[in-house]
């Protein structure tokens, strides 16, 4: 045999081995229930039958209800970076199967109206929601150097996700009903740069042309929903009084916004954005709740939607 063929061989089981590698990687990722996405999902799944509520909306519903203390059997299937696209396709193509759900909490933020989910920014996020759950935003056109640095970049995320999941012993999303518990505390030393900071990558993904599509899909779930008979309940949650202040004037209408469209479309729409009973101490960040804020705001939600 000679060295050609020698260094033919070798190249090709080399070659074998990362494609193999890469494989169980990307059947592990897709399949990660520690990972927040997937995890959602298997929860959805396996409480299609007896849950009477479901919440749905973005990580500030996810950190911010807690099922378990609702007065009814819920379940907190609210996602990370989620928008109203994101949650029609959840909500058309998982919950038809619920069918004692009676009630959706749906989340809609600050952010939630303008959210531009077409933006660069957004890119990395639209592909898991496509990986994971099958929603595809605007993801037609097949681009190799894309899907290369995609492929790139998961096969480097798969080795992170492995690592963690081998390393930290997180609690089963599915064993919660969707919640997970955390009593951080905002660090107020430096809140003031911690708000500029968090609110400026929520502008970067932020226009006023996607209004009226996010609306669109909003008035889908209306629709959906009174077909069936459930009930929808449209809801902001509180942030801090920080976050507030930095918010851009030309967004502000949103609330306005949904509240007309929640008498236009037939459902409820409360906004806690500036509930003035929510301090730093029930902030994990100048926006997302910890488990005290969660405490005080699923009791809320309890004496104002039941």
Known sequence: MNSTTQFSIRFLLFISVVLLLFVGLEWYN??????????????????????????????????GVIPDSLKIPSVNACMLGSSFFYDKYLIENYLKDAKECKQIILIGSYQTLAYNMA???YSKRRHEYYHFIGANYKLDDFDWKKVFLLEVQSFKGGF???????????????????YLRNEEQVDT??????????????????????????LGYLK??????????????LITPPVTSVYNELRKEEYLSFGNIMSAKSKEWNFDYYNFSEDSDFDYSHFKDVDHMNSFGAELFTQKLNQTIF
């Open 119 to 121: 933006h660069p920014k």
């Open 160 to 178: 992170n996700n492995l690592k963690r999941d081998l390393t930290t012993n997180k609690p089963k999303l599915w064993k919660t009903k969707g």
């Open 189 to 214: 030393h430096d809140i003031a740069s911690l708000a500029i900071r968090k609110i400026e990558k929520h502008h970067i993904l932020m226009d006023n042309d996607m209004v009226e599509e996010n």
């Open 30 to 63: 897709k399949n990660r229930l520690t990972y927040e996405i997937p995890g959602k999902l298997q929860v959805v799944k396996d409480n299609l039958e007896g849950t009477e509520l479901f919440v749905v909306g973005n990580s500030h519903g996810r950190d």
């Open 220 to 233: 889908s779930i209306a629709e959906w929903c009174r077909e069936r008979d459930i009930k929808l309940t």
